[in-house]
């Protein structure tokens, strides 16, 4: 009997190993598979979303602000593109940007703002307009007379020279003394044109300010952007618009 125990135990142990690994992988494979059922949380990017302000900290109301400059352009050129004669146009028309008009009492550069003004609206276009360079004009039309021929440089120095009377009476006597030099000279002729204008963008900048009592140090200030689009073949106002910016400081 002892042995027979014995060999019954030595027989049955097996069998229990057995069925522990089974019991343990399949408890693995479930742990798996519920790690992978699981989904993981997924970040989510928040964006906060600063509203424009019409106060900036320390502002000073005796100067026009390179913001407002910006700010007014790019609304002036998402408003032009749409419009019809450029998003209808069955060619990109060519649009000369004029000096703005400065009519207030503030010092402004009128070609800072000109050449803003441009970089925004060739930003918002996207190659649907063309703009002529005014002030590459000259240099256009001397590049050309160089491909062409050669242009006569001229030049005149006229110098007087005065010689004092040598008595009492005698009247001062002048003399003149002129040099030209002529550099080579041969003849051109320009026979390209420069791009036709289709429209011209012309601007005005007025400004007002308000206090609460006169000779007050803080108040508003008010700047009124207004701008024309003028057809170049027909004299004809084909859009305008106006914008106001609102600016609370001090007054130095």
């Given at each position: 009997?002892p042995e027979?125990?014995?060999?019954?135990?030595?027989t049955?142990h097996?069998?229990?190993?057995t069925?522990?690994?089974?019991?343990?992988?399949?408890?693995?494979?479930a742990?798996?598979?519920?790690?992978?059922?699981?989904?993981k949380p997924?970040?989510?990017?928040?964006?906060?979303?600063?509203?424009?302000?019409?106060?900036?900290?320390g502002?000073?109301?005796?100067?026009?602000?390179?913001e407002?400059?910006?700010?007014?352009a790019?609304?002036m050129?998402?408003?032009?593109?749409?419009?019809?004669f450029?998003?209808r146009?069955?060619?990109?028309p060519v649009?000369a940007?004029?000096?703005?008009e400065n009519?207030s009492?503030?010092i402004?550069d009128?070609?800072i703002?000109?050449?803003?003004?441009?970089v925004?609206?060739?930003e918002?276009?996207?190659?649907?307009?063309l703009f002529?360079?005014?002030?590459a004009?000259q240099?256009t039309?001397d590049?050309?007379?160089k491909?062409?021929g050669t242009?006569?440089i001229?030049?005149?120095?006229?110098?007087?020279?005065?010689?004092q009377?040598?008595?009492?009476?005698?009247?001062i006597?002048?003399?003149?003394q002129?040099?030209?030099?002529?550099?080579?000279r041969?003849?051109?002729?320009?026979?390209k044109r420069?791009?036709?204008v289709?429209y011209f963008?012309t601007?005005l900048?007025?400004?007002s300010?308000?206090?609460v009592?006169?000779g007050?140090?803080?108040?508003?200030?008010?700047?009124?952007?207004?701008f024309?689009?003028?057809?170049?073949?027909?004299?004809i106002?084909?859009?305008?618009?106006?914008?106001l910016?609102?600016?609370?400081g001090?007054?130095?």
């Amino acid at each position: 009997m002892p042995e027979e125990a014995l060999s019954m135990q030595t027989t049955t142990h097996p069998i229990r190993s057995t069925s522990t690994y089974y019991l343990s992988c399949l408890f693995l494979v479930a742990s798996l598979l519920s790690a992978c059922a699981s989904p993981k949380p997924v970040a989510v990017l928040k964006t906060n979303r600063v509203a424009p302000t019409a106060r900036l900290p320390g502002a000073m109301l005796n100067q026009i602000t390179v913001e407002d400059m910006r700010s007014t352009a790019d609304l002036m050129a998402r408003d032009l593109v749409l419009q019809p004669f450029i998003s209808r146009a069955s060619k990109p028309p060519v649009i000369a940007v004029k000096p703005i008009e400065n009519k207030s009492d503030l010092i402004i550069d009128p070609d800072i703002f000109q050449k803003t003004i441009r970089v925004h609206l060739m930003e918002q276009a996207g190659g649907r307009v063309l703009f002529r360079d005014e002030v590459a004009h000259q240099y256009t039309l001397d590049e050309r007379m160089k491909q062409t021929g050669t242009l006569q440089i001229s030049s005149i120095t006229t110098q007087q020279r005065v010689q004092q009377p040598t008595r009492i009476g005698q009247p001062i006597q002048t003399i003149t003394q002129s040099q030209t030099k002529t550099v080579t000279r041969e003849a051109g002729e320009v026979t390209k044109r420069v791009a036709d204008v289709n429209y011209f963008l012309t601007g005005l900048i007025y400004s007002s300010k308000e206090v609460v009592a006169s000779g007050a140090a803080k108040g508003m200030r008010y700047f009124q952007f207004q701008f024309r689009v003028t057809d170049a073949q027909t004299n004809i106002i084909v859009w305008e618009k106006e914008y106001l910016v609102k600016r609370q400081g001090s007054f130095q």
